[in-house]
Each structure stands twice: as structure tokens, then as C-alpha cells.
């Protein structure tokens, strides 16, 4: 599947709360540091009314949603770029996703232990960041003391390579994340692509919040958003609490749940487009009786290759796409109506796919 968020905070924030609520995995979630020491995995369907749409018109047999991965990794402490607990054990596992979910407290109970000892995002946040910085930064200053060695030989690529650290290293040392470092060259961008660094990776910020805060947060959190703002980022608010109850009903009784809690559709629901969208994803979809399927890729994406997350043979043959909008295929109701008004297109091997579109593909091999 290839797209995976890993879920990443200080210990006793909701991680393996919301974690839980997502997967309905049911692993532990206590109330002391370093509950989760080993990562858990799950594997969330991408909620999709446009797929639920496209199958009850098409009257299919099997629908089939796409899928996201989310990696709940342990509590993160400071120090942890210095091995504090486990610390680099956990960044190790940090660096196997490709967007970071990071969970940020933003509410008060008594009951639940902060491990710092008191509430406050704005420096919750910033404990994680800052040791991501610092972990990177080591990886940074080794690579460039190795680099500076080779570069005495005179090698240009040594030389570039060496001056691309150093502007990494200068931002990493100045507390700025790697990912506001541009790579302007095939060369710098498969050096950063080497050095695997975590500020690298996208990130959302997700405010777990008491349940009278679901729809409109509160103080902890409107800073946490300010915050957000600056560094590019995006927030979404969610009740642990809420959520992992809404996992144990049925879809009857979550309906009513939330109407009575004035809420549209679970917070997860939001998380999951959210990390969608982080990731610079889209769908399209292949509608038949048989099947009714989303298909995941990455936005710019070309025919051939969204052929080939099919089958490989379908990119190796390919000829064409037929192509129907979302929109036009509800609104005819049907493949052959939109053929027979002309809303059926066929595409070449540079059509970039738009979201939502409807696919048949046609190929020889």
C-alpha cells in the first residue's frame, strides 16, 4: 500500500486512545509512560461517500474502500534524541512513515498524568519538534563530516553535496525543520531523499480534546492552531474519549450519537481525510456489477500509472483511458447513459488523473 502515518506525541496525550478508536484494534491504552513500546499497525478504509454512490448505481456485488496505514509509535520524551526513553528505538520507527499524526494534549483530568506534570500545548509541541530537529541534526553533522573528508579529493559532487548540509544544518540549527530547506537539484534532492530525515515529513496536528470541546476547542487549542498557521501545517480536533465510544456501536447508534452530540460525522472521519490530503493523495475509481473499487495515488499522477496500480500489465500495455467525471457519472446514473451523452472522454498516455474521476482502462500486451 505504500502510505503510512504514524502517530507520534508525548506518552499519556491519547495516542493509543485515538489509535484504538481508528483500528478498534483494542491494544493497551494506560495511564503510564511508555505503554506502547513496539508499534502498532492498522490498517484504516478511507471513509468515501462518493464509492458508496458509485456502487448502489452500479448495483455492484463487492465494494472495495482504499485504505490508509497508521503506525500508533510509543510516547516521545525529551531527550529522546539523546536515547531518553528509548528515544531512538522510537525515532527509529518515526522514520518508516511517510506523515507524522502528532497528537497534542489540549485538555485537563486530574486522573490522567501529564509527564511533565501540567498542560500545555504550545510546549508539548514544541518538545517533540525540537527533538526531531536534534535527531536530524546528528544525522546532518555526521553525513557532513564524512562529505567534507571526501570533498578534499576535489569531486564536485562531494563539494555540492557538501554545501547542501551545510544550509541543512544551518536550519536545523536555527530550530527550523528540514522540510523548509528546498532541494533545487536532482542531486540535493536524492541527498535529502538518503539521509531518510523526520523534519522532512509532512505533519498534522490532531488536538485531543475533553468531549465538551469536540465541536468548538478551546484555548489550548486556538494556540495550537496559531502555531500550526506558522509552520504550514493544519490541526483537527478530536475527542479521544468520544471517539473510541463511537467505535463499540453500531452504525444505527453512532448516528444517533452524534446528532445528539450535535456532531456531522466521527472526528476520525476528519483525521483520515486529513492525513489523505497531507499525503498528496487522490482517488479514483473502476465501477462495475462485479466491483466498485477506490484506487489510491499520488496527485499528478499520469493514466499509465494509475493503470498500473491495477496490474503492472495494464501500464506496460497501455492505449488509453476512458474517462467519466464523478459528477457526471451520478448525474446520468450510469456508464452507458454518459457514453450516449458524449460524457465519456478518452485519454492518452499524458492525461493526468483528476480526483473522483471514473476509469476503464484499455491496453494490449
Not at 547542501?164 to 536555527?174: G, H, N, P, R
Not at 448516528?255 to 487522490?282: C, H, T, V, W
Request: overall charge negative; glycine content about 10%.
Amino acid at each position: 500500500m505504500g502510505f503510512r502515518c504514524g502517530i507520534v506525541g508525548l506518552p499519556n496525550v491519547g495516542k493509543s486512545t485515538i489509535f484504538n478508536a481508528l483500528t478498534a484494534a483494542g491494544i493497551e491504552a494506560a495511564n503510564y509512560p511508555f505503554c506502547t513500546i513496539e508499534p502498532n499497525v492498522g490498517i484504516v478504509a478511507m471513509p468515501d461517500f462518493r464509492l458508496d454512490t458509485l456502487a448502489m448505481l452500479a448495483q455492484t456485488k463487492v465494494k472495495i474502500s482504499t485504505q490508509m496505514e497508521f503506525v500508533d509509535i510509543a510516547g516521545l520524551v525529551k531527550g529522546a534524541s539523546q536515547g531518553e526513553g528509548l528515544g531512538n528505538q522510537f525515532l527509529g520507527h518515526i522514520r518508516q512513515v511517510d506523515a507524522i499524526i502528532h497528537v497534542v494534549r489540549c485538555f485537563e483530568d486530574e486522573n490522567v498524568v501529564h509527564v511533565d506534570g501540567s498542560i500545555d500545548a504550545d510546549r508539548d509541541r514544541e518538545i517533540i519538534n525540537m527533538e526531531l530537529i536534534l535527531a536530524d541534526l546528528d544525522t546532518v553533522d555526521k553525513r557532513l563530516k564524512k562529505t567534507l573528508s571526501q570533498a578534499k579529493s576535489g569531486d564536485k559532487v562531494y563539494k555540492a553535496q557538501g554545501l547542501f548540509l551545510e544550509k541543512l544544518q544551518a536550519a536545523l540549527d536555527s530550530g527550523l525543520p528540514a522540510r523548509t530547506v528546498a532541494a533545487d537539484d536532482d542531486l540535493e534532492r536524492d541527498l535529502l531523499r538518503d539521509l531518510c530525515l523526520l523534519t522532512t515529513k509532512p505533519v498534522l496536528y490532531v488536538a485531543n480534546v475533553a468531549e465538551e470541546d469536540a465541536l468548538q476547542g478551546n484555548a489550548l487549542v486556538r494556540g495550537l492552531e496559531e502555531a500550526a498557521r506558522q509552520e504550514g501545517a493544519s490541526v483537527v480536533i478530536i475527542s479521544g474519549n468520544i471517539e473510541q465510544e463511537l467505535s463499540h456501536l453500531s452504525p444505527e447508534e453512532q448516528q444517533e450519537f452524534l446528532a445528539d452530540m450535535g456532531m456531522s460525522e466521527p472526528g476520525l472521519n476528519r483525521l483520515i481525510k486529513a492525513g489523505y490530503e497531507l499525503l498528496g493523495l487522490i482517488t479514483f475509481y473502476t465501477v462495475g456489477v462485479k466491483e466498485t473499487r477506490a484506487w489510491t495515488i499520488s496527485k499528478g499522477t499520469k493514466a499509465p500509472g494509475a493503470a498500473g496500480k491495477i496490474h503492472s500489465d495494464f501500464e506496460r500495455g497501455f492505449i488509453r483511458a476512458e474517462t467519466i467525471a464523478y459528477e457526471d457519472f451520478v448525474a446520468c446514473g450510469s456508464e452507458a447513459v454518459a457514453k450516449d451523452k458524449g460524457l465519456m472522454r478518452s485519454e492518452g498516455k499524458e492525461y493526468v488523473v483528476a480526483d473522483g474521476d471514473c476509469l476503464n482502462f484499455r491496453f494490449n500486451v
